[in-house]
Nanobody, 127 residues
Framework: QVQLVESGGGLVQAGGSLRLSCAAS????????MAWFRQASGTEREIVAAVRWTATATFSPYYTASVKGRFTISRDNAKKTMYLQMNNVKPDDTAVYYCAGRPAVNYATRASDYNDWGQGTQVTVSS
């Protein structure tokens, strides 16, 4: 099993920036997908971005339409950490952000497709 721990959430003004981190520990997989989801109050959990890799390749990242051009997902293999750089944030980005993982690389955007979850970190964007 993989343990995921998020950090970096907080309060930020609209137009500002924030970087979330997700540290992974435990079992490792050569084929894996890591993703950021978010859940605003009263809404379903939605995917924000995802990065997929195998032992020999890394696929182009996925972004949901509302964050394209503003958010960047990345990972540091040596640190076993995934990041979400959030720029030009908007009040609609306010949510609890979750890190998630699954030992597969086929396309998956539903929360139910993911096996491993962090505890979440709150991001609040003030207008």
């Amino acid at each position: 099993q993989v343990q995921l721990v998020e950090s970096g959430g907080g309060l930020v003004q609209a137009g500002g920036s924030l970087r979330l981190s997700c540290a992974a520990s435990g079992r490792t997989f050569s084929t894996y997908t890591m993703a950021w989801f978010r859940q605003a109050s009263g809404t379903e959990r939605e995917i924000v971005a995802a990065v997929r890799w195998t032992a020999t390749a890394t696929f182009s990242p996925y972004y949901t339409a509302s964050v394209k051009g503003r958010f960047t997902i990345s990972r540091d293999n040596a640190k076993k950490t995934m990041y979400l750089q959030m720029n030009n944030v908007k009040p609609d980005d306010t949510a609890v952000y979750y890190c998630a993982g699954r030992p597969a690389v086929n396309y998956a955007t539903r929360a139910s497709d993911y096996n491993d979850w962090g505890q979440g970190t709150q991001v609040t964007v003030s207008s």
